[in-house]
């Protein structure tokens, strides 16, 4: 629980023995009072962390500036619950590996560019291996998906927009081959664009970061043969060069299943078919108006296979495939007054273990974003969003598989002033979850100017029916200077 007023979002972390257990963010801040939130999150899958002694770090920092002077009230507590013959131990991982700084006195997590790099040693015995990436845009790559290609930077104003295009793929390497991808879900943070949209329903994965699971069995020939191998995380573009702004935040941990035998796992990577980076392209145009339209595209593949045998004698034929696409078209019209981003990112994960699909992935995030300035001098600009995570997922053998599909639409109106600034929100949520064991939770909420207005709940996991008043409630919003595309100030660079 966090209660704050009066403050910019920040990024929280949650570590356990130098493991990322948790990413999360700050909610929009009201004056007076301020606001109070809970979350609650499993983390269960983390267990073979918490039942060693350790360091425990919650990671929660602040900026204070004139106007901006708010304190954080946090708890947090972690519930335990012991295991019966009605209530089977969860499964769980026999060993969990790090892919962190390591850090013992501050947050684990990496920031890239430059690629981050740590050499580790798996157990000899291992029999599978999966891991679990977590990546985010922060500081001029917050807003990814509106940077535009550098061949067309100077078609626009300057101060429009960052350059190294929007398209963005998180890499696992071991030993410096890709060993999986993923083309991350465009998370926005509360304060983003237009802070009242935010207001009091965030972005989806604002308060619970996404992350990416890919099958590591297929090195399992490699990485058992007792000795020290790098493991990289980094973000890369489509530009030439595949380089990006600062920064994303990566970090990732590797949950390993041993063979009751001590002997070590033998075998070797019969297929590797996975390029270095994605196949790309580039379009566009300039019309003679000044108009600029660009579209990025991009698609990826990757085809690995190994066999092995355990020391207890079984053997093992892996299969995993990753096929990916990408596309993200701009406009950027009016002399950039209008500003369009629309984007998809798309794909499908399969892992088999001797024909059984261990780990399963297919995934959609459409994403449209149309920001409009409605003053000569770019105070004051509108802006909607139609956002979307659907996603049907079976992370691996100790996550509970999921079909989620969410869709929000949202948007609101802003102006600065030199009294202060002035706006109002809409949102329209709707949200829909069921899980291999049957439970099933539906939610349609909808927020007007910080108030909840319609909430409507349902399915097994839902709580006790509630009733929410179509009654406005007024609020004490104190509206903080939002953060743009490009770092600008106000809606446009021209």
Not at 29 to 35: F, K, R, T, Y
Not at 83 to 90: E, H, K
Not at 181 to 207: D, K, M, Q
Not at 411 to 432: K, M, W
Request: with cysteine; charged share 15%.
């Amino acid at each position: 629980m966090s209660k704050v007023r009066d403050s910019l979002f920040q990024i929280v972390r949650f570590y356990q023995l130098c493991g990322t257990v948790w990413r999360t963010s700050t909610p929009e801040p009201s004056q007076g009072d301020g606001i109070i939130w809970t979350y609650l999150k499993d983390v269960t899958r983390f267990i073979p962390l918490f039942e060693k002694p350790g360091t425990f770090i919650l990671q929660l920092d602040n900026l204070l500036e004139t106007g901006l002077d708010g304190q954080y009230a946090t708890t947090l507590d972690a519930t335990f619950f012991e295991s019966s013959a009605q209530n089977p131990p969860a499964p769980r991982a026999d060993v969990i590996i790090p892919v962190t700084t390591l850090a013992n006195d501050t947050g684990n997590d990496a920031s890239v560019p430059p690629i981050f790099s740590l050499n580790v040693t798996v157990p000899r015995n291992a029999v599978e291996i999966y891991a679990e990436l977590q990546a985010s845009g922060n500081g001029n790559e917050e807003f990814w998906y509106f940077n535009t290609a550098n061949e067309f930077i100077p078609d626009l104003p300057s101060g429009t927009t960052f350059g190294d295009g929007p398209f963005r793929e998180v890499r696992l390497l071991v030993d410096g081959q890709v060993a999986g991808v993923a083309f991350p879900y465009a998370v926005i943070f509360t304060g983003g664009i237009i802070p009242t949209a935010w207001r009091p329903i965030t972005s989806y994965g604002a308060l619970d970061l996404p992350t990416y699971f890919l099958d590591l069995t297929p090195f399992v020939p490699v990485l058992t043969d007792g000795n020290p191998h790098n493991l990289s995380i980094d973000v890369v573009s489509a530009e030439s060069d595949h380089t990006i702004n600062q920064n994303w935040f990566v970090s990732g941990s590797l949950q390993v299943k041993t063979d009751p035998s001590s002997k070590p796992t033998t075998g070797k990577i019969t297929v590797y078919d996975a390029s270095p980076f994605a196949v790309t392209s580039t379009t566009g145009s300039v019309g003679t108006n000044g108009d600029v339209n660009v579209t990025v595209q991009a698609t990826r593949n990757i085809h690995i296979e190994s066999e092995f045998t355990s020391g207890s004698g079984k053997t093992t034929h892996v299969v995993w495939t990753q096929a990916l696409s990408y596309s993200n078209t701009q406009n950027y019209l009016d002399n950039t007054f209008i500003q369009n981003v629309q984007q998809i990112a798309s794909g499908s994960f399969l892992s088999t273990h001797n024909g059984v699909a261990t780990l399963v992935d297919d995934f959609s995030y459409p994403l449209d974003i149309n920001l409009t300035v409605t003053s000569p001098d770019g105070s004051s600009f509108t802006a909607t969003f139609d956002h979307s995570y659907d996603r049907n997922s079976i992370p691996g053998p100790f996550i509970l598989g999921s079909n989620i599909q969410e869709r929000q639409l949202a948007g609101g109106f802003l102006e600065e002033t030199a009294s202060g600034n002035f706006g109002n929100g809409t949102s329209n949520n709707t949200f829909s979850y069921v899980d291999l064991k049957g439970n099933t939770f539906d939610r349609q909420v909808s927020a007007i100017n910080s108030a909840v207005v319609s909430d409507h709940q349902s399915g097994t996991l839902a709580p006790a029916p509630n009733v929410v008043s179509s009654k406005l409630i007024p609020s004490n919003m104190a509206i903080v200077k939002p953060r743009l595309p490009g770092g600008r100030t106000k809606g446009f660079a021209g």
